[in-house]
């Protein structure tokens, strides 16, 4: 629908554009109070050691359990909260829960696992970032050796001689850091050795095509050849199928993600997979 503005001058109107805004900004509004309203659920993908099967590591990921909308998708919600600053106590959040839930699987006995989380750039503009992270290793007694941090390039490059500095301390805590979304951003090779990373992780757009695509396949195998010269961990994301399974396998990529092991899961239904899993090792 055009709407008429006066003489000659037309105002494009799309009706699908006008709608996704509408949904954004009533996100939004609902996104204010979702943290205290207790609508955030953090759901946990297992990371898989590809030569031994082993679980090596959960992913924290978040989730609105919205009252009317049902599951959203932190795709949807997350870009919002990154742009209003509601991830900075939203992100403190999921941190100090999947802290604590690692903390209360050691207690009960299973295996040692990463707990990986996810930090976004306006949280690493935060000054008080390290002391926070200090914090609810404190308060949740997680040694800050199970705990991975995930940036993503981009982010690092907001303020990057910061962005570094704070990496450094997180480090020196002894924390595990991970360079996300590995291949998207800008890759600068010089800036990925000042980087105080301990793993890759290869994005899943790559993973997603590597049997069909032969650009996505060279840009696996790169990633994993300069992640071994550089001495660095690597885990793929986004494995769905058996051949993709087989093909990182067989180029000495570490670590697995994906669909074809599990989707993200709640706490309690992970809990019931690291159940079945030791009682397999215990057969065994
Ligand atoms: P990410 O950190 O790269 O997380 C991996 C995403 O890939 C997750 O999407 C996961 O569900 C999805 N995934 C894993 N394996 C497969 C697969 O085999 N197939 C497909 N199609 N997808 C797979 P999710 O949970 O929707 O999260 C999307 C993004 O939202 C995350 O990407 C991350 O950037 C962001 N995010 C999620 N939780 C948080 C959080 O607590 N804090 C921050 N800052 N960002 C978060
Ligand atoms: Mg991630
Ligand atoms: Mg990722
Ligand atoms: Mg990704």
Request: glycine letters at 6%.
């Amino acid at each position: 629908r055009a709407q008429q503005q006066g003489r000659g001058q037309y105002q494009f109107y799309c009706p699908e554009i006008a709608a996704q805004l509408q949904e954004r900004l009533a996100l939004e509004n609902e996104l204010y109070g979702a943290l205290e309203r207790q609508e955030m659920r953090v759901y946990y993908q297992p990371l898989i050691d590809l030569q031994s099967g082993e679980l090596t590591a959960v992913e924290a990921l978040v989730r609105w359990q919205h009252p009317t909308l049902g599951l959203v998708s932190p795709a949807k919600f997350i870009p919002i909260a990154e742009a209003n600053g509601l991830i900075v106590p939203l992100g403190e959040w999921v941190l100090r829960t999947a802290c604590a839930q690692s903390r209360a699987w050691q207690l009960a006995g299973f295996p040692a696992m990463r707990m990986s989380v996810n930090l976004s750039a306006r949280q690493l503009e935060q000054p008080n970032l390290v002391d926070m992270i200090r914090q609810v290793l404190a308060e949740t007694e997680l040694e800050p050796a199970y705990l991975e941090l995930e940036v993503t390039e981009s982010a690092l490059m907001v303020e990057l001689e910061r962005s570094i500095d704070t990496l450094k301390q997180l480090q020196g805590l002894g924390i595990l850091l991970a360079l996300d979304d590995f291949g998207t951003g800008y890759s600068s090779l010089n800036y990925l050795k000042q980087f105080p990373v301990s793993l890759l992780k290869i994005d899943r757009s790559f993973v997603q095509d590597i049997l069909s695509n032969p650009d996505s396949a060279a840009v696996s195998d790169a990633i994993i050849a300069l992640a071994k010269s550089l001495r660095l961990s690597i885990t793929a994301e986004g494995i769905e199928t058996e051949e993709q399974l087989e093909y990182l396998r067989q180029r000495g990529c570490h670590e697995g993600q994906g669909f074809y092991f599990s989707r993200p899961v709640p706490a309690a239904k992970l809990t019931q997979m690291l159940e079945s899993c030791s009682q397999q090792v215990q057969v065994a």
